[in-house]
Every structure is written in C-alpha cells, then in structure tokens.
C-alpha cells in the first residue's frame, strides 16, 4: 500500500524554529509537496521538492531524502498567523493522464505566546 | 486576480435531498479535482477531469457524481447525502501533465446534513 505519516500535533512558541518531519511510502516517486491549511480554509502551496536536498524559502523551508523517503518543513521565526495545519503530498506514478497525489492526514501547528 | 470559486460556501441539506456543489476557476488549467475532507483527516480525492476526460477514483461511491460542462467550470453532484457525507468539499485546479504543477484549492463547501 502506499502511506505518508505526520506526527497528528506540534506546538511550539512564538520566535522559534519547528520541524515537522513526513515519512513516505508510495510506488513511484515524482516529488513532494507541503502545503499550509489554516482551520476551515483550503490548503494553500508552500513548496515542491524532487530532488535531495533544502529548499529555502523566506523563513519556511523543506527538505528531501529520497533514498530515505522523508522531508521535513522548517519554519523559522514562528508567528501566531502560522498556526495551521501543514500537509505533506507525494506525486506518484502516472496513472491515465495524470499523476496521484497521495496526501498525509497534516500535522496541527500549535503556536504559543 | 486568477482564482478557484466554489459556491455555496456553506450548504445546508436534509437527509436524501440532492445537493449540487459548484467550482469555477479563471486559471485556465486543463485539470479540475474534486476532495473531500473530513477534520483531521487528508483531502481524499473523489475524481478529476484532466481535459474533458472523467478519472473516477475506485472507492468514490456512486451517489458522487461530476459534470464539467466547460474548461472553467466543474459541478459535484451528491444524490442522497448520507449522515457521512457531511465533510469539506474542496475544488482544485492545475496545468496537467507535468509532475510538479501544484494544485489550486478554491475556499471549500462545507457541507451539513440534517
């Protein structure tokens, strides 16, 4: 079968750094998403990794591991409005005319003063 | 500003009373998804149009149905809502055929039945 874990729930406090880590098993391997969901929106796109590596970008970044199957989402200086939901998404293998996305379940962000 | 719109944003049905969901979107990408969300759980896809062309996903029940009349719009039909249907629904967009194009999420329907 073909599963993505998410630790359920993180916190932490205001001006900090969080990781939050995505473990990945899926037949076939296209990149990796992270995407931000704030309570009751839609996700919104925050990255797209394929190859190993960290991506940075402004105070989030990812990174992959391939050969591992894991990335991991740094936040650095935390801000209240980073309380959400972020969500790990693998691209598979092509199937008809497009690729799966298969999602993880999101990790809940808890910010704190 | 280039978007996904979903409406109603809040829908309200009884028991069995079919419901119709709308998405359009001015991105113009070729490919439309339906999910379903449920709190704390993954956006599980129902089916996508990539073009004209209907990809039902295999568990997607039969009282979900979909039209896509035109590049821009895509409507999800639930025929009998069930208690277990009460869930976000979410419409995304993307350009096809290339594995890193991310999705576009319009705001989401929330969905209660009574």
């Known amino acids: 079968g073909q599963n993505i874990d998410q630790p359920t729930e993180m916190t932490a406090t205001e001006g900090a750094i969080v990781q939050i880590n995505c473990t990945y098993q899926?037949?076939?391997?296209?990149?990796l998403f992270w995407y931000q969901q704030h309570a009751g929106e839609a996700p919104t796109f925050l990255s797209y990794?394929?190859l190993d590596g960290l991506e940075e970008k402004g105070r989030f970044s990812s990174f992959l591991s391939r050969s591992k199957g894991y990335s991991y989402l740094l936040l650095k200086e935390l801000q209240m409005k980073d309380s959400a939901s972020y969500l790990c998404?693998?691209?598979?293998?092509?199937?008809?005319?497009?690729?799966?996305?298969?999602w993880g379940a999101g990790t809940k962000l808890i910010i704190k003063p | 500003d280039a978007m996904v719109i979903q409406n109603p944003r809040y829908q309200v049905t009884q028991f069995g009373k079919p419901v119709t969901l709308s998405c359009s979107q001015t991105?113009?990408?070729?490919?439309m998804y339906w999910y379903q969300q449920k709190s704390s759980q993954a956006p599980k896809l129902l089916f996508h149009?990539?073009?004209?062309?209907?990809?039902n996903e295999a568990d997607t029940p039969d009282n979900f149905q979909s039209r896509r009349p035109n590049t821009s719009f895509c409507f999800l039909d639930i025929r009998s809502p069930g208690l277990g249907d009460a869930a976000m629904y979410l419409c995304?967009?993307?350009?096809?055929?290339?594995?890193?194009?991310?999705?576009?999420f319009g705001p989401g329907t929330r969905l209660t039945v009574l």
């Open positions: 995304a967009t993307s350009r096809g055929g290339t594995p890193s194009n991310e999705q576009f």
């Open positions: 991105l113009n990408h070729n490919v």
């Open positions: 149009y990539y073009d004209k062309d209907f990809n």
């Open positions: 899926t037949s076939g391997f296209n990149g």
């Open positions: 990794n394929v």
């Open positions: 998404a693998v691209r598979g293998v092509r199937r008809d005319s497009n690729y799966q996305l298969i």
